[in-house]
Each structure stands twice: as C-alpha cells, then as structure tokens.
C-alpha cells in the first residue's frame, strides 16, 4: 500500500481579533522563514515569512510579477483574461518595462510634490470633518471621512471627475475582492478601463493641469498605456489608503493610551502613521512573485515557474527583528517595515499615503476628542476576503467638538 504525501497547507488569511494577522501564519513564520504553500488553483509554490527572505526575493532578478506567470494563494480564478500582459500597467511588468514607466512617474510622487500637495489635503481634510460634524453623531467613518479623502485627493491628481467616484470605488472593490466572480471582475476591470480610456481621449481636446493630460503630451506614451497607468493610479491610490484611514482609527479607538498620544502630542504622528502601517499590514495576500529560473532562496531550491507568496504581515510582525512586535507602540522608533513592500515595486505611491495618514489621523481626534465606536468592536464588519484589508463601515459617535 502507497501512502500519498500530504499536500501542503493553504494560506490562513482570518485575523480574528480584528488587527493581527492570521495566528497559523505566525506561527508558521516562527518555525522557518520559507515554506512549502498549495495555492487556490493547486499550484505547489512556496510561502515566505521572514524580512530578510522576502527582500531577498523582491530584488532577485530571477523572480517575475508579470500576471501570466502567477498562482495567487487564495484566488481560485484568476480567468485567463484578467491574467493577461496589460501595457502600462506596470505594477505586473518587470523591467525594463517596468522602469520606463517608473521613471515617468516617480517625479509625480516625490516628498517635495507631497509637501506642496499637504495644504490641499488639509482643507479637503476640514471640509469632510466639518460634513461630518454637521450631519451626526453619529457617523459611518469609511464613506463619511477614510474613503473621500484619499479619492478626492487622487482624483485631483489624475483629473479624474470626483464626480464619477460612485462608478470607480464601486469597479475597484469588486476587482478587489476574492467574493466577486471572475465574469463580475472582469466587467469591472473592462467598465474601469473603458471609463479611464475616454477620460484620456478628452484630456486630449481639453488639456488641464493633471496627470493624465501630462502624460497625454508625452509623445512616447500610447493611449493604452496612460489608460491602464491610470486605472493602476485610481484604484491603488484611494483603496489602500482609505483602509488604513479606517483601520488605524479603528485600532486606536481600541488602544486608547496610543490614541491619546496620537491626539496629543503632534512630534508622535510621525512614528504613529509608520507603526499602524507595519501593525495593520493592510496588504494581506501577497505579494506574490514567480521563479522564472531555477532558484536557491535560504537553502530551499525554487524551480522555475513555482511562485512565491510574500506574506508582509507576518515579517512585519517577526520578533527577532522587532521587540514585542504584536504591541501597538505609536512611539515605537520606525525600524523599516514592509508594508509599502520593497524592491523595484515599493509602493509608487507611499509619500502620498503617508501625508494623507499624517493629515488624517490626528485631525479627526482633535476635532473629536470623545470619538468611539458606536457598536459593539465583535459587529464592525472585517474585510478578510479582498487583497486589501479592512473596514467597510465603522460607525462612530462622539459628544462635543473642538472646532
Ligand atoms: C505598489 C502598499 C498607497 C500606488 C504597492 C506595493 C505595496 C503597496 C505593498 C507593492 C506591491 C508589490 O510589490 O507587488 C500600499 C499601502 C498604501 C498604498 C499599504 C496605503 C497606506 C498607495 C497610493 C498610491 C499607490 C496612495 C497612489 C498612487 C502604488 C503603485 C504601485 C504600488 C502605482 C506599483 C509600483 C510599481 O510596480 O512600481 N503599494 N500602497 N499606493 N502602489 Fe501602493
């Protein structure tokens, strides 16, 4: 009689108390940086947990994020036509595609950019928590103050109409959720795209001072390209920082000695916005790379094809590089987490997301000092099944403003 060897497990992705990560995933990464990982389709890939391993792997030339060459962990889908090469969108190129769109654009994201940029996300900031104040208690947080913000402020970045933002936050959180069929992703992504492609057909008989048209004046750029770069912009420039405008409140209004510090002391905010962004690891599935060489990766050998899943959250929680890093310390010293990722992909966007975080959190619970939950923590409704985690709805209350 032949006993079959037992596969592999699958990717945890349940964070039961709300903010950690899965408790197998962590247990795991504190057996071994590197392991064995059955993925949704049945892929045998690979799942890395430990810092060192996972930017080992996000710099080795041998690792490839083009979508036709990956498994995703817990996606079962992933039709052939949303694994399709799509030009431009170059958060799934590797180079040199990759830099010659990187390059256009880092100058769009640079620190001094979001300097000029921060009075602008002040007042659009101001006028959220003055709708806010206006219209409760009490409040849902995400659609009255996490999700416009960082939408308008993409928005006007792009050019794209704020206006229409019913139609895009709706296309992104279908294409991001794992609850969404494929049929319903893939309208999603062809109503986005259609969208963005006459959006930039306009900018071309109506130039203003936006991204989009500036990328229309550039001569090397096709029409389909500066469509799916900005369908890449749009969707991750206001999903991802909306859940962390969520989130982090969220998980400060159940630390209230950090929200405290938070709310008084200004010199904190700094290292505030970096620990709830290493706490929270709001990207919580990936990201996952494929092998396109035969690969040693920590004395694993990694055959050309087989994809690795990088598992952020649980390397930004690892002991031996953090002293107690399950604890929420807003004051911690920021010691280079993960959660922008890291490598050629980090995060385009991550100056930005730290301004509208910085701006953001200290300016909802100065102007609401008693702000806090308005139900039960157990009934706020986790988004565990979507490649961003998060909150769809938090609803709050408070007594008394300060402005
Ligand atoms: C890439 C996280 C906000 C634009 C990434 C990656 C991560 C990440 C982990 C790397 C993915 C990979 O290696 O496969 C986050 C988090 C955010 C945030 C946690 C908010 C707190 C933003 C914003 C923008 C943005 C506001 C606005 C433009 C991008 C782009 C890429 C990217 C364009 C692809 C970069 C490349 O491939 O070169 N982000 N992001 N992100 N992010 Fe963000």
């Avoid at 969707?235 to 510090?261: C, K």
């Amino acid at each position: 009689m032949t006993h079959a060897t037992p596969r592999p497990d699958t990717l945890p992705t349940i964070r039961p108390n709300h903010f950690d990560p899965p408790p197998r995933l962590l247990h795991w990464a504190r057996q071994t940086p590197i392991r064995l990982l059955t993925y949704a389709d049945g892929h045998q890939g690979w799942l890395a947990t430990d810092p060192a391993v996972i930017r080992a792997i996000l710099t080795h030339p041998h690792f490839s994020n083009r979508p036709e060459h990956l498994h995703l962990p817990v996606d079962p889908y992933s039709t052939q036509r949303r694994r399709q090469h799509r030009p431009g969108f170059f958060l799934q190129a590797d180079p040199p595609e990759h830099t010659r769109y990187r390059r256009r654009l880092i100058g769009h994201f640079t620190v001094r950019r979001m300097k000029a940029l921060r009075p602008r996300i002040e007042a659009i900031t101001t006028s959220h928590l003055d709708a806010m104040c206006h219209h409760g208690p009490p409040a849902d947080l995400v659609p009255a103050y996490a999700l416009p913000i960082p939408s308008l402020v993409i928005c006007e970045l792009l050019g794209v109409p704020y206006t229409d933002r019913a139609r895009f936050q709706r296309d992104s959180r279908t294409l991001l959720s794992l609850a969404s069929t494929p049929q319903q992703a893939d309208a999603a992504l062809d109503d986005l795209t259609a969208y963005l492609r006459d959006l930039t057909h306009h900018k071309h008989t109506h130039p203003a001072d936006d991204l989009i048209t500036d990328m229309t004046r550039d001569a090397d750029l096709t029409h389909e390209e500066i469509t799916n770069i900005s369908v890449l912009l749009l969707v991750a420039g206001h999903e991802t920082t909306a859940n962390m405008i969520a989130l982090g409140t969220f998980a400060l209004l159940a630390n209230p000695a950090q929200l405290a510090t938070v709310r008084d002391d200004p010199a904190a905010t700094h290292t505030a916005v970096e620990e709830l962004l290493r706490y929270l690891t709001i990207v919580h599935l990936g990201p996952v790379r494929a092998a396109t060489r035969d690969t040693d990766i920590d004395g694993h050998h990694i055959t050309a094809g087989q994809c690795v899943t990088l598992a952020l959250a649980a390397a930004n929680r690892d002991p031996r590089h953090l002293p107690d890093p399950d604890t929420l310390d807003v004051t911690r010293p920021p010691t280079g987490h993960l959660a922008f990722g890291h490598g050629i992909h980090q995060c385009l966007g991550q100056h930005l997301a730290r301004t509208e975080l910085a701006v953001a959190y200290p300016a909802l619970l100065r102007r609401l000092p008693t702000l806090r939950l308005a139900v039960p923590p157990r009934s706020i409704p986790i988004r565990a099944h979507t490649a961003i985690y998060g909150v769809d709805h938090l609803p709050v209350t408070w007594e008394g403003t300060t402005g």
